[in-house]
Nanobody
Framework: QLQASGGGLVQAGGSLRLSCAAS????????VGWFRQAPGKEREFVAA????????YYSDSVKGRFTISRDNAQNTVHLQMNTLKSEDTAVYYC????????????????WGQGTLVTVSS
């Protein structure tokens, strides 16, 4: 089970840190991704991290502004979001899978409920 948190309202240029907490004792064997879905748009890839955190992927739209990290001892993955823009407004979802690291929604079998990020300009 995945629980995303940390969303909220922030001004453009500000920062937020999202967290994805997982239950279970095998979290370290799952790759984790963050996706987002803006109103009227399809869900899109944001960032992903390998099981031990040694490999990370980012979409071009967030590269250099967002950082994904994980703490397997705490069963948590974080998404640090800096220099937020109005176009970052969306519901953010974390997802996990025991397969290889991917950027597609169908690469992930398990999904959290989402947390809303609103960036005001």
């Amino acid at each position: 089970q995945l629980q995303a948190s940390g969303g909220g309202l922030v001004q453009a240029g500000g920062s937020l840190r999202l967290s994805c907490a997982a239950s279970g004792r095998t979290f370290g064997t799952y790759v984790v991704g963050w996706f987002r879905q803006a109103p009227g748009k399809e869900r899109e890839f944001v960032a992903a991290i390998s099981t031990r955190g040694s490999i990370t992927y980012y979409s071009d739209s967030v590269k250099g502004r967002f950082t994904i990290s994980r703490d397997n001892a705490q069963n948590t993955v974080h998404l640090q979001m800096n220099t937020l823009k109005s176009e970052d407004t969306a519901v953010y979802y974390c997802a996990a899978d025991r397969g290889t690291l991917g950027v597609r929604t169908d690469s992930y079998a398990y999904w959290g409920q989402g947390t809303l990020v609103t960036v005001s300009s």
